[in-house]
């Protein structure tokens, strides 16, 4: 059974950078998409970005200028970067695995994707 | 980005009470749908994909239905285990976006 475990500091200074680990236990990294999510107190949940297990990225537009997801298969861990935190940036975060489904639509083989294991999430809190 | 929104933001009902949950997404995404459910200090867990495929495990009382713009989730017979914060996020196209979620308590 696949398990993932977010790791790094709880606490952050302003302007400085977050720096989180999610290490994957039970399995291989291979061949999924690694994702990164947050919940900041009394909101909703927002996608920051993945990556796949051979190095590409997608970013959320909002935090593209900040943020770095990087992957160690040797390691079997992915990890985010985020500079120039501030306290907007104090949230949960959670690391999460996306897999797919393949379907027969009109135009031919699609997917669908979801994200199908998640950690317990880890509290990083920006201040000074 | 396509904005996803959820309603109610929350609702109290009674053990064996059916429960509904709606989603609209701001433009069709088909059905690049998928429900959570997440309960405090555990990691979330996904329910149905596609809209209205139920991951393996999940037992057959709750439900998706929807396509398009408008979808539901419906939990036939509330148990309770059930309490629990159920939340819904588009797979269509990146950004990847996520409803406000419903929590769901006891009455």
């Known amino acids: 059974q696949v398990q993932l475990q977010e790791s790094g500091p709880g606490l952050v200074k302003p302007s400085e950078t977050l720096s989180l680990t999610c290490t994957v236990s039970?399995?291989?990294?291979?061949?999924?998409?690694w994702n990164w999510i947050r919940q900041s107190p009394g909101k909703g949940l927002e996608w920051i970005g993945y990556?796949?297990?051979?190095?590409?990225?997608n970013y959320n537009p909002s935090l593209k200028s900040r943020v770095t997801i990087s992957v160690d298969t040797s390691k079997n861990q992915f990890s985010l970067k985020l500079s120039s935190v501030t306290a907007a940036d104090t949230a949960v975060y959670y690391c999460a695995r996306e897999s797919s489904v393949a379907f027969i639509a009109a135009a031919g083989t699609s997917y669908y994707y979801y994200m199908d294991v998640w950690g317990k999430g880890t509290t990083v809190t920006v201040s000074s | 980005d396509i904005q996803v929104t959820q309603s109610p933001s929350s609702l109290s009902a009674s053990i064996g009470d059916r429960v509904t949950i709606t989603c609209r997404a701001s433009?069709?995404?088909?059905?690049?749908l998928n429900w959570y459910q997440h309960k405090p200090g555990e990691a979330p867990k996904i329910l149905i994909y596609g809209a209205s495929s139920l991951q393996t495990g999940v037992p057959s009382r709750f439900s998706g239905s929807g396509s398009g713009t408008d979808f539901t989730l419906t939990i036939s017979s509330l148990q309770p285990e059930d309490f629990a914060t159920y939340f819904c996020q588009q797979s269509y196209s990146p950004p990847r976006t996520f409803g406000q979620g419903t929590q769901v308590d006891i009455k």
């Open positions: 039970g399995g291989s990294i291979s061949t999924y998409y």
């Open positions: 433009e069709g995404i088909n059905s690049y």
């Open positions: 990556i796949y297990y051979s190095g590409s990225t």
